[in-house]
Nanobody, 124 residues
Framework: QVQLVESGGGLVQAGDSLRLSCVVP????????LGWFRQAPGKEREFVGA????????YYTDSVKGRFAISKDNAKKTVYLQMNSLKPEDTALYYC?????????????????WGQGTQVTVSS
């Protein structure tokens, strides 16, 4: 079983930035759609953004467009989530996920592998 490893979460103030990292230890990193999801207490896990594997196109949920950006480093097998202008409503446990040959980038059920999550807390 492949275990993704996230890091970079923390407690910040509204308007601050954070960059989350996620190591994806798979043999064919470039064949995976890489996604970020988040889950706030009492809520379902929701899609944040993803990089589609075959063209590298990025997708984002509306609430983070213009503030968050996903990138990856193929050599390090690492995907990043740069979060700017953070808001209290961004507070959640953030998960990275990998989906081999994934096309439905925003479907939580499509992803094959997950990390353990990293907490992001934004104070007002």
């Amino acid at each position: 079983q492949v275990q993704l490893v996230e890091s970079g979460g923390g407690l910040v103030q509204a308007g601050d930035s954070l960059r989350l990292s996620c190591v994806v230890p798979v043999p064919t990193f470039s064949s995976y759609t890489l996604g970020w999801f988040r889950q706030a207490p009492g809520k379902e896990r929701e899609f944040v953004g993803a990089l589609r594997y075959y063209d590298g196109r990025a997708y984002y949920t509306d609430s983070v467009k213009g503030r968050f950006a996903i990138s990856k480093d193929n050599a390090k097998k690492t995907v990043y989530l740069q979060m700017n202008s953070l808001k209290p409503e961004d507070t959640a446990l953030y998960y990275c996920a990998a989906d081999w040959g994934g096309l439905r980038v925003d479907d939580v059920h499509e992803y094959d592998y997950w990390g353990q999550g990293t907490q992001v807390t934004v104070s007002s």
